[in-house]
């Protein structure tokens, strides 16, 4: 399974959001500016984040975006969804034989189960230093 651009991005605007919720919205421009992306694709992206009931805009000279929940209420499996649609490591599974199928199946779920319990808050907080399953290579 690969995440597109649309993915990623929309869950930059979603991290950048929860790192700044509770203060009020904020412009994409600020969102596309930090992170060197272009405004007018984040715009495109924010908009089924906002219809899904992700993220509320504020218009006017102060407006921009901000989360419609808490970042701790909002999974990263909801934000990939919504912006990727469902999660498939591959096309039509269904034509496997049985062995196969099942380690698609397998996979898919390993991959929903870790999208499903990180929440967009868990992202906004993450830094280099609270890894705690890191890998050590010793030679």
Do not use: C
């Not at 929940?69 to 969804?81: C, G, L, Q």
């Not at 397998?106 to 868990?122: C, F, G, P, S, Y």
Request: negative net charge; hydrophobic residues 40%.
């Amino acid at each position: 399974m690969k995440i597109s651009t649309k993915g990623r991005y929309g869950l930059t605007i979603m991290i950048e959001l929860a790192k700044h919720y509770g203060e009020g919205p904020i412009p994409l421009r600020k969102i596309a500016a930090e992170k060197e992306l272009s405004e007018a694709y984040l715009e495109q992206l924010v908009s089924p984040l906002r219809n899904s009931g992700l993220v509320k805009s504020v218009r006017g000279a102060y407006g921009g975006y901000m989360l419609a929940n808490p970042p701790s209420e909002i999974s990263a499996a909801h934000v990939i969804s919504v912006l990727e649609g469902p999660i498939q490591p591959v096309e039509g599974i269904e034509n496997e034989e049985a062995p196969q199928r099942e380690l698609w199946l397998r996979i898919r779920d390993a991959v929903k189960n870790v999208l499903d319990t990180t929440t967009i808050e868990d992202l906004a907080q993450y830094t280099e230093e609270n890894v705690v399953d890191g890998y050590m290579f010793y030679i």
